[in-house]
């Protein structure tokens, strides 16, 4: 017989975990399903997000930018330091002690919110029901009023660059390189390839990333992406716009083994030589076998799962998060996604609004945005007011030795509401939830402008940026 609860939810990544123990503080019986296993073999909840994906790359984005800063920036604060070297077996233990205290902490918190965990696959059934494929070999039975499927999302392989996880990989295989590749190459020009390119790059590895889109950043704001792309080439990174891929050859070179890709751009055909070679040219939703056949949930072409405004699947009791449904594939998207559907289960208001969900790139300038670009409002014919700031005129950038980037805030034309904020330089991950929480609250460029920022800040940028709006701004021309 099945066992009974009132939610059970399958993936314990951002969403499913956000959502399971947010039921749970509402009074629910909860379970919740997951698959995946840790690098000591043991089961590991937390996703994508937490095993391979946000956090240990972060640490390799503060392990390696210490190493940077190092050789590249200290001398100008009179710090010398000789024969400096990076132990990367030191650096990949660091970045597992992490991903296994967080992975560790979601298991805390489950035992503390009684949830009851299920390690193995799990699969909707008709009536509510999931089957539970366990590691140890048993099935289990679950029947719940309500499931919430956040089964998340792998990574896309090429047809023609099969990862092997030693010389052709995606974002697993490049957290855990031995050592520091002599040449690396990427497919993609994305936050991942972007960021683990950054993060060997600076550890010594000659990177060339290959973009197929003529276009930088596509995405973010034109200015924000011509200004990153110029910093990324002082650093050394190498980045081939209108390059199409279309075949990659792993082949022997003496005792190792190098990896030949094929491309075309505006020149032609050319050939890149490289020892690793990291795919990241997107991720898919994870839904394969997730659903038996009569279960009513529906696929896109994309195999994503249809939902409405409310993550419901239009099946009595089956909702779905996270990266498996429409939307930006963000773990702080399936937060929030999670929240919201755990507080409609129990009666409750529960909503997540897409036109403030910030983006944020963590290389070296961070780039941050939230809200609409200046080409999409052009493309959408909206009458707006630009202002920006740049911080090489703010004071803590400058003594902080990181004065690269600009902020920029846009405006209704007609009644000054914030419509977008735009940033890149040191540390606008933070800085961007300025943006984030003025648009929430349906604030105005003169709301920013007249809020008093501590001096000397980073934050300024902000401040001024708004004042720039109107052409107000005291410490640049207007």
Request: with cysteine; charged share 25%; aromatic share 6%.
């Amino acid at each position: 017989m099945a066992e009974q609860f009132d939610v059970v939810v399958i993936g314990a990544g951002p969403a499913g975990y956000h959502a399971a123990i947010r039921a749970a503080q509402l009074g629910m019986k909860v379970a919740c399903i997951d698959a995946a296993l840790g690098k000591d073999g043991k089961p590991a909840l937390g996703g994508t997000c937490l095993r391979v994906g946000c956090i240990p790359s972060k640490a390799l984005l503060d392990s390696s930018r210490q190493y940077w800063n190092l050789q590249h920036l200290f001398g100008e604060h009179g710090i010398s330091v000789k024969d400096a070297r990076i132990d990367v077996g030191a650096m990949i233990a660091r970045k597992d002690k992490i991903v296994k205290q967080f992975t560790g902490g979601i298991a805390m918190l489950f035992k503390a919110n009684k949830i009851t965990p299920y390690y193995g696959f799990g699969q909707l059934q008709p009536g509510n029901v999931v089957k539970v494929k366990q590691h140890d070999g048993s099935e289990a039975e679950l029947k719940a009023a309500n499931v919430i499927l956040a089964a998340g999302s792998d990574s896309i392989e090429l047809p023609f660059a099969k990862f092997d996880g030693e010389n052709i990989v995606d974002n697993v295989g490049a957290l855990d390189f031995a050592a520091v590749p002599k040449r690396l190459g990427v497919i993609g020009a994305g936050v991942i390839g972007l960021e683990l390119g950054s993060v060997w790059k600076r550890l010594g590895a000659e990177v060339t990333i290959l973009e197929a889109l003529p276009d930088f950043l596509a995405a973010a704001d034109a200015e924000v992406a011509k200004t990153a792309l110029k910093e990324f080439k002082k650093q050394g990174l190498e980045i081939r716009l209108g390059a199409k891929v279309s075949n990659a050859e792993v082949k022997a070179k003496g005792k190792n083994k190098e990896v030949h890709v094929t491309y075309a751009d505006a020149e032609g055909e050319k050939t890149l030589v490289v020892d690793k070679l990291l795919v990241a040219v997107g991720r898919r939703a994870a839904t394969r076998g997730l659903l038996a056949e009569g279960t009513g949930v529906k696929l896109d072409q994309r195999g994503m799962i249809e939902v409405d405004e409310h993550c419901h699947t239009g099946v009595d009791g089956v909702w779905a998060i996270g990266d498996c449904v429409r939307g930006p594939m963000l773990a702080h998207k399936g937060f929030e996604e999670g929240i919201a559907v755990a507080e409609l289960i129990a009666g409750l208001p529960g909503h997540v609004n897409f036109e403030t969900i910030p983006w944020v790139i963590y290389t070296e300038p961070e780039i941050a945005w939230v809200g609409k670009t200046e080409q999409q409002l052009k493309a959408e014919g909206v009458p707006y007011k630009a202002g920006s700031f740049p911080f090489a005129a703010i004071g803590r950038a400058v003594a902080m030795g990181e004065p690269a980037g600009f902020v920029k805030v846009l405006a209704h034309a007609e009644t000054d509401r914030v419509l977008g904020m735009h940033l890149v330089g040191v540390g606008v991950s933070e800085l961007v939830h300025e943006g984030v929480l003025t648009m929430e609250f349906k604030g105005s460029a003169d709301d920013l402008a007249r809020i008093c920022h501590a001096h000397p800040t980073l934050s300024e940028a902000i401040h001024d940026a708004a004042m720039a709006v109107d052409k107000r701004a005291i410490h640049k021309a207007n």
